[in-house]
Nanobody, 124 residues
């Protein structure tokens, strides 16, 4: 089992930045691919970014490419999502998720462990 706890959400104006963190505990963190996903009100949960266990490979959905950066520090058991140039359409609950595997996944149903989510609200 892996327990995940997100933090860093909040209210920010359009064009601003936030850095989300996800602290993991339980099993060996380094053996897991980590993802960030989000769910806006009235919409389905969507994948936005993933990073492989050693940070060697990352993937972003088109809507966040060039604005968001996923990274991880295995020594701290933490994965981060740096979000720049935020837009009102980025408003959502952001979740981190984990799967014990060596490659990244972008399917919402492909992750085994989830955090409780952190709210990000971007005002116009």
């Amino acid at each position: 089992q892996v327990q995940l706890v997100e933090s860093g959400g909040g209210l920010v104006q359009a064009g601003g930045s936030l850095r989300l963190s996800c602290a993991a505990s339980g099993r060996t963190f380094s053996g897991y691919v980590m993802g960030w996903l989000r769910q806006a009100p009235g919409k389905e949960r969507e994948f936005i970014a993933a990073i492989t266990w050693n940070g060697g490979s990352t993937y972003y959905t088109d809507s966040v490419k060039g604005r968001f950066t996923i990274s991880r520090d295995n020594a701290k058991n933490t994965v981060y999502l740096q979000m720049n140039s935020l837009k009102p359409e980025d408003t959502a609950v952001y979740y981190c998720a984990a799967r014990r595997d060596s490659r990244w996944y972008k399917g919402v149903n492909e992750y085994d462990f989830w955090g409780q989510g952190t709210q990000v609200t971007v005002s116009s």
